[in-house]
């Protein structure tokens, strides 16, 4: 239930990757999902998201959303 808290209040970005995983259990199990809930938490630096989103499987739009998601916390 708490798992991937912060990535599952971005609905768009969540639902995008439940749709390609298939199953909430791939969803909770997927490196790419955890990434990217660190990343919306505030881990990371916006260049090093940079460099990883080719591996994330998100679409052009989610990765859009995921960097204004990181950008705001100005780092």
Not at 30 to 55: D, F, M
């Amino acid at each position: 239930y708490h798992q991937k808290y912060y990535l599952q209040l971005h609905r768009a970005i969540a639902d995008e990757y439940k749709r390609s995983l298939g199953s909430m259990a791939d969803f909770m199990a997927s490196t790419a999902t955890a990434r990217v809930n660190g990343y919306i938490k505030g881990y990371g630096t916006i260049e090093g998201l940079i460099q990883e989103l080719p591996q994330l499987g998100l679409s052009e739009a989610a990765e859009k959303s995921l960097l204004q998601i990181v950008e705001g916390y100005g780092r």
